[in-house]
Nanobody
Framework: QVQLVESGGGLVQAGGSLRLSCAASGSIFSIISMGWYRQAPGKQRELVAT???????VYADSVKGRFAISRDNAKNTVYLQMNSLKPEDGAVYYC??????????????WGQGTQVTVSS
């Protein structure tokens, strides 16, 4: 099994910054892609940013220029640096990983989520 543990959420004022981290552990052969999604109350979960093991990135239009995703392949860890935060960025942020485990079976795993609250 593969587990994801997120950290770094919290309360911040508008215009502030936060850095989220997500570490993967368990029976991992290779992680192909890691990413961050978010879900605000009453809304669907949406993509924030993803990064492949080749470091290709995709961002939601709403966060381009403000958020930066990065990855440490050696540590199986993904980061999300969030700058110039807005109240509408407040949500539960979920980490996601797609890869192959040691049994050569593909996995698609979610973290438990971390709350980000941005006060105006």
């Amino acid at each position: 099994q593969v587990q994801l543990v997120e950290s770094g959420g919290g309360l911040v004022q508008a215009g502030g910054s936060l850095r989220l981290s997500c570490a993967a552990s368990g029976s991992i052969f290779s992680i192909i892609s890691m990413g961050w999604y978010r879900q605000a109350p009453g809304k669907q979960r949406e993509l924030v940013a993803t990064i492949t093991n080749g470091l290709s990135t995709v961002y939601a239009d709403s966060v381009k220029g403000r958020f930066a995703i990065s990855r440490d392949n050696a540590k199986n860890t993904v980061y999300l640096q969030m700058n110039s935060l807005k109240p509408e960025d407040g949500a539960v942020y979920y980490c996601n990983a797609d890869g192959i485990d040691m049994k050569r079976i593909m996995f698609h795993t979610w973290g438990q989520g971390t709350q980000v609250t941005v006060s105006s």
